[in-house]
């Protein structure tokens, strides 16, 4: 894992002026992430400012945005070049201006996350030290729990509200490809054990982060039962697919519509289920991306 310098962080939107550096106080877990602003300075109309909606981008509708205080993990799927790191990207970037430490588990290398990510976020690029990072989550979860039931808090948003001097960030656990963590195809039995392990982690998370404030945003193009536990899956209640076939719009969003309203060459087009009760069946929208050093 690589640990980030505090410091002021340019808008993802635009490269002219820093963000507020001040704003959040620190975490009594001591998190070397530092203190986040829950404030932006300088923001453009494109990003949401009211806490923790993240904006993913804009359909004929007007933005799309995600409240992750209600819908707490994200799933984003789609096939290889659909867009889904670069929508990633920009929704770690606006949570990590908003104050959440961020976690990247990158299978691939870390190639596609640029020096700001790598500056800003703890990254892991192979099992070991994934499971070192789930293994803080799950401490983090249990000292979590203390604090809200000795607090008689029933969620982070009370907690904050009632210890301002000591509020605690959110943390964000993001994937790029589930799949080449968790597929047990051909891999050694010391190796599916640290699966089922890491697997085990992101299924408790699922199940139980959103009041604590730990969420998971994870990516893929193969979200099927072999690599995505069904608690997992069954958890994260907003689902968006990018250029898809039927079978993969069909298991990210519960209907072939991106496989029939996005056309097979869009890079950026995506499709929604979420769960409120919005209608956005038939709602095509193109994902923001980051400038140049930004990235
Ligand atoms: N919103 C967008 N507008 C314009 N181009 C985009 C947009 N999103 C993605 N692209 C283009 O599509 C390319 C592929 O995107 P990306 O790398 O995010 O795909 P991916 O789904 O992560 O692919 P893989 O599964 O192979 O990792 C990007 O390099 C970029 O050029
Ligand atoms: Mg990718």
Redesign the pocket.
Known sequence: MKRKPNKPRPEPWSQTGPTDPGGGAADPGGSAFGAGSEKQSGATANVSLENFVLTL?ESQLGPVTVDLRTNAHILLG???????????KVLLRQAIDKGAKVYIADF?GGV?FKSWFRENCYMSYDMDTTLETLAEWENELDRRKTLLRDSNCSNIDEYNAMFTETKLHRWAFAC??IAMMLDKTGQSKEQKEKIDKASAVLSLLACQGRSFGLHLIL?T?RPDANVMPAQVRSNIDYRVC?RADSILSSIIIDSTAAAELIPKNA???FMLNDSSGRDTSATVF????LPDGAN
């Open positions: 981008g789609g096939v290889t070049g659909s867009g889904k790191t670069v929508l990633l691939k596609d790029d490809e990516a193009q990018g890079k950026g087009l193109k994902s923001y991306i």
